[in-house]
C-alpha cells in the first residue's frame, strides 16, 4: 500500500470515529453480491458522506450562516474579510476542467472481470491466469464528436474503455464499438477530428457527421472507407451500451511466461446481444431524452440488471504474420472471424454506479499505453501515436503530472518511483532519496526482475530506414468496406444507403457529394447508385485524379493507388446486427414496454400481461394521459409513470394497449396515444392490443396492419394467451418487414 493511501485511510478512521462510516459498510455489503472489489474497498476513504455533519469550510470550519456574506451594514457594502464567501465562490469559479478533446461525452460504471480458465499459454498477464479472481475495473462509454452536454443518440462511433485494476498494475483496453478506424496514421487524427467537429467559423453542427467538413475530407481520404460503412450502419446507433460489441482495435501482442509472442486483437460481446433503434428514432430521443443511453445504463445498475460482456481473443502465430491479403498493422482492417475465430475468455460485470460523475467518470484518465506483464503493444502507427496522445492531453486536462494520484485512476497495485512534486502531489514522500541508483536507502525502490511481474519490453527485431512512408500492404481500402457493406442483410443495407442519403444530403457543396459517390462506387456499384438516386445526382465514371494523398510526393504512383485485393467475397454473417450466429439468445430481459392505460382499465388484462413481461425479465411502465393514481374497472389501482407529454413510443420497446372500454375511450380523446402507437409501428416494434384495445389501434388507423407480424391482437380470451406471442414479437426487436426499402 502506498504511503498516500496510508495516509487518506489514517485521516479517515480520525474523523470518522470507531465504527466505519456508512458508506464503507455500504462497500463491504457488496461483497455479498459475490464480489469482493478491491478498487472499491480502495477508493471508500475517499467517499464524503455529509449526512448528519455540519456544514463546514474546506478548512473544516463550522459555518454558521450560509444565507448572508458579510457587509458593512444590513444595506452597506460586501467585506473583503469574508473568508467563507471569497472560499465558496473562487471554489466554484474553478469547478470547470477542460472537456476532452475527444469523447467529451460518456458514461461510466464499476464492476468486475473474471478470466474463464488460466490463459498461461497466451500470457503471463497475472489477471488472465486464475478463474477464482475477479479484477475490479472502471468502464466509460462515449461519444466522439459531440461536447459534454451533447446527445447520447448521435451517430458517431462508441468508445468502450475499460480500465482493469489489477495486481500487476492498471490495464487499459481503450476501445471502440466498431473494429476499424478512419485513418491508419494517428498523424492524420487532429484531420479527422477537426473536420468531424462543428465547424470553426460558426460551430454548426453539433454532435453530427451530417457536414460538409466531414465529408470533405472523408472524400479526399480512401483509407476511411471501411470505417464509414461501420459509422453509416447501425451500429453507430446503438439501442443501449449494454447491447453493443467492444474492440480494441489495434492488433496488440501477448506474451506468456516462456517469452512467447503472439498478436492479438480484443473483442468484448455483450451477453444482450446486438441491437440498435432506427435513425428517426434516434433524432427523435435526442429530444425527448438526451440522456438515454446514460439513464439505461444507471437504471440497469440500479435495477440489478447489471451488464455483462465476454471478452475475445482473435490470437495468430506470429509466423503467420504475412499470411493475409491484408497488413495485421493496418487499423482500417478486421481480421474476419471466418479466418480466426474468436475465442470467449472471460467475463466482464457492472454492477455498480459512481458515486460521483465528476469524481470518477469526468476524472478518469485512459492511456492505450497502460499495460501490465504479458501484454504488449504493436507498430501499428495508429497505436504509436495513440501512445503518446493520450498522457500528453491529460496533462492539461487534469491539470498536472499528478493525475494518476486521483482515486479513480489509482492503481490497486502498490506504486513507488522517485517521481515527484507538481501541482497537486498526493503522496508524502518520506525519506532523503529521491533518485536511483542510491545508497543511502539502501538503493530503494528497486527494479523488479521479470520473474517478479517486472515489465520488459518485447524485443522485437528492427531493422529499418528512417522514412515517411507507409507500407504498400497498406493500400487496399475498399476490400473490407465491399466485405462489410455485402455482409449486411437487406434491411441493414438499406439503412445503409439511408444514412448516406441523410449525411451528404447536409452537404451543401456538390463536388463533396460527387466525390463521396465516386468513392461508394468502388465499394459497390448498387450501393453507389441507391445513394445517387437519393441526391438526385449520378455516379461519375471516374474520379478526375487519385484521391490518395497519404503517399510521399516523389513515390512511384502506381505502386501506391487504391487498390481491391478480392472482388467476390464470401460475406461475414457475423459483420452484421440482425441475425448474426455470435448472439442467437432472443431475450427481452431489461426491455422497456409500455402500456397505454386510463381510468376504467381492465385489472385482469393489465395484470396478466404484466406478470408474463415481468417473469420474463422486461420493464413494464404506464403511460397515460395524467399522472396519479388510475384506477381499473374492478379498483385495482396503478401509478402512472408517464403521460403523453412526458413519454414518447422512442422510449420504449414495444407497447400494450390492455382490454377496458372506458380507458379505451379516454385514450381515444388523447390525440398523442395515436400518434405513440403510429410511431412505434412506424418503428417496426412489437405492439400488442386486448379486447377494447385493439379499437385503439384501430382509431390509429393501424387497422389495416393488424395481420402484421409483430402486431399482437387478441380480442377474446385473456391477455395472458397474447403474452407468449408478444414476448417472441420483442425478442425479435424490430419488425423490419414493415419498413420501405430504399
Ligand atoms: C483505434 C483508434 C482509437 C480508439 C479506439 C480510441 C478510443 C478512445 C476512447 C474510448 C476514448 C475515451 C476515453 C475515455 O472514456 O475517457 C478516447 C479518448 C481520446 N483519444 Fe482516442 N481513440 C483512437 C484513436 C486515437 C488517436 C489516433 C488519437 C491521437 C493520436 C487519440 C486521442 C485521444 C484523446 C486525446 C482522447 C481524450 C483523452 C482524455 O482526455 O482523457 N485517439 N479515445
Sequence with gaps: MSQARNNTKRNNSKNNKSNPPEHELELTQHAGLGMNNAKLDELAPNIEDSAGEFLTTDQGIRINDNQ???????????????????????????????????????????????????????????????????????????????????????????????????????????????????????????????????????????????????????????????????????????????????????????????????????????????????????????????????????????????????????????????????????????????????????????NRNPENFFAETEQVAFHVGNIVPGIDFTNDPLLQGRLFSYLDTQLTRLGGPNFHEIPINRPVAPVHNNQRDGFMRQTINRGQTAYDPNSLRGGCPFQAGVDMSGFASYAERIDAQKIRQRSASFFDHFSQATLFYRSQSPVEQNHIVRALRFELGKVGTPPIRERMLALLAQVDTDLANRVAAGLGASVPKKLDKPLNLSVPADADPRKFQPKKLAEEMEPSPRLRMIDNPNFTLKTIKTRKIAFLVADGFDDRSVADMKLALMKAGAQVMTVAPRLGVLTGVEGDTLNADFTFLTGASVLFDACFVPNGQASVAALQNEPEAANFLREAHQHCKAIAAHGAGAELLESAGLGESMSDAGLIIGRDGNAAALAEDFIVSIARHRHWEREPML
Design 68 to 350: 448572508n456574506s458579510l457587509k458593512a451594514g444590513d444595506r452597506g457594502p460586501t467585506l473583503m474579510e469574508d473568508f467563507m464567501f471569497r472560499e465558496k465562490i473562487t471554489h466554484f469559479d474553478h469547478e470547470r476542467i477542460p472537456e476532452r478533446v475527444v469523447h467529451a461525452r460518456g458514461s461510466g460504471a464499476h464492476g468486475y472481470f473474471q478470466v474463464y480458465e488460466p490463459m498461461s499459454d497466451l500470457t503471463r498477464a497475472h489477471f488472465l491466469q486464475d478463474p477464482s479472481v475477479q479484477t475490479p475495473v472502471f468502464v466509460r462509454f462515449s461519444t466522439v464528436a459531440g461536447s459534454r452536454g451533447s446527445t447520447d443518440l448521435a451517430r458517431d462511433v462508441r468508445g468502450f474503455a475499460v480500465k482493469f485494476y489489477t495486481e500487476e498494475g492498471n490495464f487499459d483496453l481503450v476501445g471502440n464499438n466498431i473494429p476499424v478506424f478512419f485513418i491508419q496514421d494517428a498523424i492524420k487524427f487532429p484531420d479527422v477530428i477537426h473536420a468531424v467537429k462543428p465547424e470553426p467559423h460558426n460551430e454548426i453542427p453539433q454532435a453530427a457527421s451530417a457536414h460538409d467538413t466531414f465529408w470533405d475530407f472523408i472524400s479526399l481520404f480512401p483509407e476511411s472507407m471501411h470505417m464509414v460503412m461501420w459509422v453509416m450502419s447501425d451500429r453507430a446507433i446503438p439501442r443501449s451500451y449494454r447491447m453493443m460489441e467492444g474492440f480494441g482495435v489495434h492488433t496488440f501482442r501477448l506474451i506468456n511466461a516462456r517469452g512467447k509472442a503472439r498478436f492479438v486483437k480484443f473483442h468484448w460481446k455483450p451477453l444482450l446481444g446486438l441491437h440498435a433503434v432506427v435513425w428517426d428514432e434516434a433524432q427523435k430521443i435526442s429530444g425527448k431524452d438526451p440522456d438515454f443511453h446514460r439513464r439505461d445504463l444507471w437504471e440497469a445498475i440500479e435495477n440489478g440488471d447489471y451488464p455483462e460482456w465476454e471478452l475475445c481473443v482473435q490470437v495468430v502465430e506470429e509466423r503467420d504474420e504475412h499470411s493475409f491479403d491484408f497488413d495485421l498493422l493496418d487499423p482500417t482492417k478486421i481480421i474476419p472471424e471466418e479466418l480466426v475465430p474468436v475465442r470467449r475468455i472471460g467475463r466482464m460485470t457492472l
